[in-house]
């Protein structure tokens, strides 16, 4: 997250799972992502969590700059200043089957 993407971008991690946290580039600056941006981005971030199996997922998402590391918290802790959440069925990356 804090090594690749750049404040401006947005960020998405599926909420209280652990799994892996979703950049998507915004060299427009803008204030939020398209809607199937949006979708698929919060599809993948629940796809690459715990919650993988489940019917539907919430996720955070937020731009990068109101992205904190926790202090003194596990690796991959962070804190929000602001987000919003979306809730999606998680989806698996396009061209892929689906298995890991």
Not at 23 to 38: A, E
Not at 44 to 70: F, N, P
Request: glycine residues 12%; without cysteine.
């Amino acid at each position: 997250t804090f090594g690749v993407a750049q404040p401006e971008d947005f960020w998405f991690h599926a909420l209280e799972r652990t799994g892996a946290h979703v950049v998507v580039r915004n060299p427009d600056r803008r204030r939020s992502p398209d809607g199937p941006t949006l979708t698929e981005a919060a599809a993948l971030a629940a796809w690459y969590s715990e919650g993988r199996t489940d019917g539907a997922v919430d996720v955070q998402w937020t731009r990068r700059k109101y992205v904190r590391k926790a202090r003194g918290g596990p690796p991959g802790a962070v804190l929000l200043k602001r987000f919003e959440t979306v809730r999606v069925a998680p989806g698996h990356p396009p061209g892929q089957t689906g298995e890991m």
